[in-house]
């Protein structure tokens, strides 16, 4: 049992099933984040990257507390 607990807390950073979505300018319903699972452990390394556009930002504007999500923790 020591052992989950030591696992346990090495984990700095928990993500689980967080979505967001928001309105365009133009009123259109945009899916941003969808189903977004991630757990990151002390010691760690973590790069994200993808194309313009698909939620790099978002999802680090989230972490970081300047937006809540829609749904997930």
Not at 7 to 32: M, Q
Request: proline content about 1%; aromatic content about 6%; some cysteine.
């Amino acid at each position: 049992m020591s052992k989950n607990l030591s696992v346990i807390s090495d984990v700095i950073l928990h993500i689980e099933n967080v979505n967001y979505t928001y309105y365009d300018d133009s009123g259109s319903h945009v899916e941003v984040l969808r189903d977004i699972n991630l757990s990151v452990r002390r010691g760690e390394f973590l790069s994200i990257i993808g194309s313009s556009g698909c939620g790099k930002t978002t999802l680090l504007r989230l972490i970081a507390g300047l937006e809540k999500p829609e749904t997930g923790t």
